[in-house]
């Protein structure tokens, strides 16, 4: 090969190609036409006026002005429809339609966002970096052209990839040679219009953009591809690298070119085909060189890149199954070039080379979000892990020591109200006599108490809170339990002021029905020991008729029906106690209750219905329809 006579892709103005001497012999052509058809038209229409000047009919049916009047009514009304219609055709020629998604791929995207979108607040940017530029390249290649394929070809340093682009191409438009790099930016190749939008995206200049030889038979083969050569991506310039992979996550496809000497090298298989196994319906892996091979060892060297592409994770499209097009073939002589042309023909032709490669990106971003989203757990907060919640607040607000406290009340207040007068006036003159309590060990006693139950209550919000976030990725069960830690702030200040307003009412207990008449028996039962005792009295003093059985058998009723009196009380008060009892501990136990569950158990249930919420969006941003776990 002449090196001299080489163009280069930098340079806008090389040497005249043939395909420009045909362009401008077309035009040539085509304006000699153009005037040859003006100056027919010319000359018929000047015959035409002479005709008309001498009153001689021209042979089409002609009725004077109303005839002339109706044809250029009808003509001024279609001029406009016809102008439209030309510019719409001429529009539609010139801006392709857009990509469309199909359904489920729609439907992926649009959870993508919904999911991205309410983990914003639980994640941190980079964890959702991928999902983000996924969404925006999605959107940016879907209001481009639907009709074009960006197809880029990859290699390492000496694959021959610039050579095969130039094969396909049908002219030489990348530079080859020995020396290394070649290539030092992306040129592309089009070979049909309206693809400006895509080519822009890829951010390749004009200087670099080109047109392959122009034929029939390539434009109706390889119609709709743009093909887009890559440095390399081994290069020792960084800038090189840098361009490789930022153009290989624009492209709808990729051409990836190995030789028989480096097809097994770890760069390339590390670092771009391994994580791109998901990509592999958008594929082609090209063995390269076959010519410097025996045909065994080009079968060899064939068989062995396919073990390490299936070591990769990257399936292979044989019998017809979705995978890489794995082909074997010489740039330099032509074999097998024909085979790949033909393969790549049919991939551009099916126009689903873009939407494949977005899926694939959705598929390898719902794999990296895996971790923060589904652990293979049950989670979620138990209705037994709230029942030991409430039950844990009661205790920490003394809700069973309230209970019995209300029934001792209730029963306090039933011995006040039956019991006798002689046994109230001993419980008065010895409650008299009891020593004065100074308050100091009270008040040790109730610091110590409240101690108590302030660790019970952060005992309670600590169990629920590692219930809740059990099986839990780690950004949520965070969540979970800053939620909990949030709703614990200030719980126990809140319990002791529920614990004196839904504890004891103020005043004594209710009185039943049948008090009043236990107080008139028990008065009545004194009334005859007074009797009983005054009668004596005055037998005693000899102012009454000496009969002792009268006054002492009064006396001993009164003396015997008073206790009497007070223990049926005190027993039928029992009953009553205990209900009051339990009435006034389930006041408390649904007043704590309620302010944990206002405090600690709705925002931990409303954290955990966001994870619901979000692992659901993922369910359907990997098709699994109904969610994960």
């Excluded at 080519?199 to 390749?204: C, N």
């Excluded at 299936?310 to 074999?335: Q, R």
């Excluded at 004596?536 to 002492?552: E, H, K, R, S, W």
Aim: negative net charge; aromatic residues 4%; charged residues 25%.
């Amino acid at each position: 090969m002449d090196h001299g006579d080489r163009q280069d892709p930098s340079d806008p103005g090389g040497p005249e190609r043939p395909e420009d001497r045909l362009d401008g012999q077309d035009r040539q052509d085509r304006t000699g036409h153009a005037g040859r058809v003006d100056r027919v038209d010319g000359k018929e229409r000047a015959e035409h006026a002479e005709r008309a000047d001498r009153g001689e009919s021209s042979g089409a049916w002609d009725d004077g002005l109303i005839a002339r009047r109706v044809t250029e009514e009808a003509a001024a009304a279609t001029a406009p429809a016809v102008a439209a219609a030309v510019e719409s055709r001429a529009q539609s020629a010139q801006i392709p339609a857009p990509l469309a998604y199909d359904g489920p791929l729609r439907s992926r995207l649009d959870a993508l966002r919904e999911l991205v979108g309410l983990s914003r607040a639980r994640l941190d940017s980079r964890t959702l970096a991928e999902a983000g530029r996924v969404l925006d390249e999605s959107a940016a290649r879907r209001r481009l052209s639907g009709q074009h394929t960006v197809v880029a070809i990859a290699g390492a340093t000496g694959s021959g990839k610039s050579q095969l682009f130039n094969v396909l191409a049908g002219v030489t438009i990348s530079e080859t040679g020995v020396r290394r790099p070649t290539t030092a930016a992306p040129i592309v190749c089009s070979w049909s219009d309206g693809a400006s939008g895509l080519i822009d995206r890829l951010g390749i200049p004009g200087r670099l953009r080109r047109r392959p030889l122009q034929s029939a038979e390539a434009e109706a083969l390889l119609g709709g591809l743009v093909l887009v050569d890559l440095p390399d991506h081994d290069s020792a310039a960084v800038q090189h690298r840098e361009q490789v992979d930022r153009v290989l996550a624009l492209v709808d496809a990729v051409i990836w070119v190995v030789d028989p000497e480096k097809y097994a090298d770890a760069v390339l298989h590390e670092r771009y085909l391994r994580p791109m196994a998901g990509h592999a319906e958008v594929m082609f892996v090209v063995l390269n060189q076959i010519d410097r091979l025996p045909e065994e060892a080009a079968d060899l060297v064939l068989d062995d890149l396919r073990r390490l592409l299936d070591e990769d994770g990257i399936a292979l499209g044989e019998y017809d199954e979705p995978g890489a097009t794995v082909l074997a073939l010489s740039a330099l002589t032509g074999d097998g070039v024909g085979e790949l042309r033909e393969a790549l023909g049919q991939f551009v032709a099916e126009r689903g080379a873009a939407a494949r490669r977005i899926s694939a990106d959705v598929d390898a971003a719902a794999v990296g979000l895996r971790p923060v989203y589904a652990t293979g757990r049950r989670s979620g907060l138990s209705e037994e892990a709230r029942d030991e919640f409430t039950a844990r607040l009661a205790d920490a607000v003394g809700a069973a020591a309230a209970g019995e406290a209300a029934e001792r009340a209730w029963l306090r207040n039933a011995n006040r109200a039956c019991g006798t007068p002689w046994l109230r006036l001993w419980r008065w003159f010895q409650g008299r006599g009891a020593q004065v309590p100074t308050g100091r060990l009270g008040q040790r006693a109730q610091a110590d108490e409240e101690a108590t139950a302030r660790q019970r209550v952060e005992q309670a919000v600590r169990g629920v809170s590692e219930r809740a976030s059990a099986g839990l990725p780690t950004p949520w069960a965070q969540a979970v339990r800053e939620a909990a830690v949030r709703g614990s702030q200030g719980l126990s200040e809140a319990l002791d002021e529920l614990a004196a307003r839904a504890g004891l009412p103020p005043g004594r207990p209710p009185r039943p029905g049948w008090w009043p008449l236990a107080v008139l028996a028990q008065a009545a039962m004194t009334l005859l020991q007074i009797v009983g005792g005054l009668w004596l009295v005055g037998q005693i003093a000899g102012v009454m008729a000496p009969n002792l059985g009268v006054p002492v058998l009064l006396m001993l009723a009164g003396i015997v029906g008073g206790p009497l009196i007070e223990w049926s009380c005190r027993m039928a008060a029992r009953g009553p106690a205990k209900r009051y009892g339990l009435e006034a501990e389930r006041r408390l136990r649904e007043a704590a209750a309620g302010c944990g569950r206002a405090r600690v158990l709705d925002p931990v249930a409303a954290e955990l219905l966001r994870y619901r919420e979000v692992r659901e969006q993922y369910g359907r941003v990997v098709g699994a329809g109904a969610g994960v776990r």
